[in-house]
């Protein structure tokens, strides 16, 4: 087997066809993906159409200064008249935007016309604020309301936002305050999380002891807590935004005005700024939103993403809004009160489309299907996935449990940096297979290819690489041109491609599969080993719920193989021989060369906001060492649990 490329282990002979009805009156058929290879700049050309121009484009791509590209560069729009007022205007003020459900049970209800006032209302307080045009203005809020209004608001003003989630600590947010040199920050006192209500403002008033250049900060009140308060830095949201005009008028912007700045998780070290900018984005984001999603006016749509994360700016914020959809928008975690929470608002709202991300798959497997046994979820249509490859035995309980076995499942592959959908199926089109992300998105030109560039066959495994500059694509890196120009295009530089530092394989069909960042690839006796692979063979055995798998240095075999598996509920402890079931099971699944030197089951395992584990701080543990930087974990007491319940498990 050759170095450069990865192995291909794991068989998944599952498919399923596109349910008839859907396919039948689907947004999109199957010629679109030979229209969109015949002339791609066309494609993406006729999506930006259906957006509102205060200038028409006239020049589509503009890549003569590679990697920076330029998209629709001479047209002029308002990505927030985009995604509200035009709405309005079409005579859909009526339609909701928003349900609006607080964890301790509050709603609201918020239609196109209520969103569009309140949109104004806070252009209009913010522009009092003195926020003008390509001031940044950086957000730390619960999953309310207020925040996708605040990120509207700001996106009227070409104001770009940082979105810092809720979960970081005030070191995060100042590093990020400072680094896109925020001006305001707009925070509320805080939000309800399990069952009780949790601080923001204080996190706030830290960060701005270490981070200089804030002169407002706008806070929204939700739990009515008491708060610090900094005379004539701190202002209240229902101060100047309830009390400012509905009426704005929306400026048109150029095309490639920024639109925000999205620090990366940090899965992999030094948080990076992704700049996005306006036209293009909104073009890839609005059409991959109605595309993937089959998304129709009666929709009613839920991605579960926390703003914080990219996937809440693209598929909450902006393309759902964009395409005129309603929404769910829920403020608390899925446990609480109870552990049927999510599967209650689905049944409520008869929600049609549901996004979420697989580790909640996997919790919800963990926790046992007579939780979500108990609701009715017939109203949904289209499911979706997103933040990891989902395991085939997590597909395959999503579609049934969740999905009634009618619903397709989209397994979307995008990042940060792609801004928008690159790798899925579409539901009315593609079948699907159980782990697989299919196909490039039409329009997309995605290839895996080995360590010098060249695609590999089918069967094979390699680097996963875009050839080809797409509308969503991140810009630079905020105020790095030379990291973003390295760490994107330097890897495979004399072809120009993008490298998204994640492995795949194509399967016998051509089919696409990830196989996790290639920075965690193993080289285990010369194989070059994927961790997802490894994972979904464990997570593949009944009695295991979640599984994370890292190569440690190993004096035999260069790097071995080990597991940090949480188990299921109803699988108590495991049993005795737990530890070698579980080795042997996946020597049997995918061969004896991944099979784990060390099987540690552990209560939980460390993860971002976005649900992605951190295994880099696993491979600390599994070489132990200490524990490295923790700031982006979404609950960094985590890693002393593990570490602590490592001592004496270790072979
Ligand atoms: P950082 O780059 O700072 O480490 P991150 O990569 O975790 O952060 P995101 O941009 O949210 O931040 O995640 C994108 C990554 O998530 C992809 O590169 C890929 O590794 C993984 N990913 C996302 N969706 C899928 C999917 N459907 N299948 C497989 N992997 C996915
Ligand atoms: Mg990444």
């Known amino acids: 087997m050759s170095d450069e490329k990865l192995s291909n282990l794991l068989h998944e002979e599952r498919t399923f066809e596109p349910p008839a009805a859907l396919a039948a009156s689907a947004n999109v058929t199957a010629d679109v993906y030979d229209r969109a290879a015949a002339d791609p700049q066309e494609f993406w050309a006729e999506a930006a159409r259906r957006l509102d121009w205060g200038t028409p484009f006239t020049e589509v791509l503009d890549w003569s200064n590679p990697p ?31 349900h609006f459900v607080g964890e301790p049970g509050d709603t609201r209800t918020i239609t196109y016309a209520d969103l569009k006032d309140e949109v104004c209302q806070a252009a209009n307080a913010l522009t009092e604020l003195g926020v003008k045009s390509g001031d940044r203005v950086a957000i730390y809020m619960p999953m309310i309301p207020e925040t996708i209004v605040a990120m509207l608001a700001c996106a009227r003003l070409g104001a770009p ?3 810092v989630f809720g979960g970081f600590s005030s070191d995060a947010l100042a590093s990020r305050v400072t680094d896109c040199g925020a001006e305001v920050v707009i925070t509320s006192d805080g939000g309800y999380r399990r069952g009780a209500p949790s601080a923001l403002k204080p996190a706030v008033d830290e960060a701005l002891q270490k981070a200089d250049g804030v002169r407002s900060v706008l806070v929204v009140r939700r739990t009515g807590e008491e708060v610090a308060w900094t005379e004539g830095r701190d202002v209240w949201w229902h101060d100047v935004v309830g009390s ?63 703003v914080g994360w990219v996937t809440g700016h693209s598929y909450a914020a902006y393309g759902p809004t964009a395409a005129g959809a309603t929404q769910v928008l829920y403020e608390g975690t899925p446990d609480s009160p109870h552990k049927g929470r999510w599967w209650e608002i689905i049944a409520e709202y008869g929600v049609t489309i ?5 580790t909640a798959i996997r919790t919800f497997m963990k926790w046992g299907r007579e939780i979500p046994d108990e609701h009715d979820l017939s109203s949904l249509r289209v499911l979706g996935s997103v933040g990891e490859s989902i395991n085939p035995e997590a597909y395959t309980w999503y579609r049934e449990v969740i999905g009634g076995d009618r ?12 801004g928008a959908h690159m790798i899925t199926p579409l539901p009315g089109v593609t079948a699907g297979k159980p782990g697989s992300a299919m196909v490039a998105f039409p329009g997309i030109a995605a290839e895996v290819v080995d360590d010098q560039g060249e695609p590999v066959g089918n069967g094979e495994g390699g680097f996963l690489v875009i050839t080809k500059p797409w509308p969503a694509m991140l810009r630079t890196i905020w105020g790095d041109d030379d990291r973003y120009v390295d760490t994107y295009w330097s890897r495979f530089k ?29 080289n285990v006796s010369g194989h070059r080993l994927s961790t997802t692979e490894i994972e979904s063979a464990l997570v593949s055995h009944p009695k295991v719920a979640e599984a994370a798998v890292v190569g440690a240095s190993d004096p035999t075999t260069g790097q071995a193989p080990c597991a940090f598996v949480i188990l299921r509920e109803n699988a108590g402890d495991g049993g005795d021989d737990i530890v070698e079931e579980l080795r042997k099971h996946v020597a049997k699944e995918i061969g004896a060369i991944a099979k784990p030197r060390q099987v540690m089951i552990v209560p939980e395992l460390p993860k971002t ?21 923790v700031t982006t974990l979404a609950d960094s007491s985590i890693m002393d649990m593990i570490s602590k319940g490592m001592t004496g498990t270790k072979e």
């Open 68 to 98: 920076f590209a330029k998209w629709f560069a001479d047209g002029k729009l308002n990505v927030a008249h985009n995604c509200v007022d035009r709405h309005v205007e079409a005579g859909h003020g009526d339609r909701v935007a928003f």
């Open 161 to 163: 936002h940082t979105v």
């Open 244 to 306: 400012a005009s509905t009426e704005h008028k929306a400026e048109m912007f150029d095309a490639e005005h920024p639109l925000y700045v999205m620090y990366t998780s940090g899965t992999t070290g030094k948080p990076k700024g992704i700049l996005h900018t306006s036209a293009g984005y909104l073009t890839q984001v609005a059409y991959t939103f109605w595309a993937t999603f089959d998304h129709k006016e009666d929709d009613v749509f839920w991605c579960t993403a926390d």
């Open 354 to 358: 549901f996004y979420t991300a697989p």
């Open 407 to 418: 619903t397709p499942i989209v397994d979307t592959w995008w990042q940060t940096e792609t």
């Open 494 to 522: 004399s072809q120009g491609y993008y490298f998204a530092g994640d492995g795949a394989k194509k399967d016998e069909d051509g089919h696409i599969w990830l196989l996790g960042r290639v920075d965690d690839v193993m």
């Open 609 to 629: 906001r976005s649900g992605k584990i951190m295994r880099r701080l696993l491979r600390d543990v599994a070489e132990n060492r200490e524990v490295g930087d």
